[in-house]
């Protein structure tokens, strides 16, 4: 079975390969845990063990995270950036799960359900 993915430089190839097999070559020195690639092993040091977070926001209040996308779909708070749009009736929202959360307005979906009543 191919994948059909390509690339131009032979590491990549060798790191996309690692996916199909199954391995987890990159562990942490601290836990258990474990991955495919050097970029998780970074994320999960950083978030887990030193819990570092360079990513700060601006006067406005003291976010700060241990992604830049993280710290843009933060800052979209602040700035009233509005990325996703109801196809229904045009609402605008800065996030996915808000948006999703509208949604169920249109559908009258109520997924959650009291289990006392």
């Known amino acids: 079975m ?10 990549v190839l060798d790191r996309h390969r690692i996916t199909h097999a199954g391995e987890m070559p990159y562990m942490c020195g601290e836990c258990e845990y474990t ?22 926001c601006c006067d406005l209040c003291d976010y700060s995270t241990t992604s830049k996308g993280n710290l843009d779909r933060h800052m979209d708070k602040h700035t009233d950036v509005k ?15 808000s948006l ?15 289990d006392q009543c």
Do not use: F, I, W
Not at 2 to 11: I, L, P, V
Not at 44 to 54: A, G, Q, W
């Open 83 to 97: 990325h996703y749009m109801c196809g229904e009736c045009g609402y605008q929202a800065a996030d996915k799960s």
């Open 35 to 56: 991955t495919d690639n050097q970029s998780n092993l970074t994320k999960h040091n950083k978030m887990v063990h030193t819990r570092e977070k360079p990513y700060k």
């Open 100 to 114: 999703s959360r509208h949604a169920k307005k249109h559908t009258g979906e109520k997924p959650y359900k009291c």
């Open 2 to 11: 191919q994948c059909g993915y390509c690339t131009d430089r032979k590491r």
